[in-house]
């Protein structure tokens, strides 16, 4: 590892909630769960985290969201 990190955003950032932004917003977390399918990876998501990881740069995720609604994501 060489000493850096990246912190990425859950919601709007590296997962498309805009589905279920009506939800969030209401904070209804188990009815979010419930149509987390609606969700999706942004594209590039997945290329960037190998990217990072592959030079040994540390990758974290965080959100203000409940934590079974994120481990759901």
């Not at 209401?26 to 990876?41: D, F, Y």
């Amino acid at each position: 590892m060489n000493g850096t990190a990246v912190i990425l955003d859950l919601d709007g950032t590296i997962v498309d909630t805009s589905a279920i932004q009506a939800l969030r917003d209401a904070r209804a977390w188990k009815e979010c769960v419930s149509n987390a399918h609606k969700t999706s990876l942004y594209d590039g998501v997945i290329q960037l985290v190998n990217s990072l990881a592959s030079v040994g740069t540390a990758v974290a995720v965080c959100t203000s969201s409940v934590s079974f609604y994120a481990h759901r994501l």
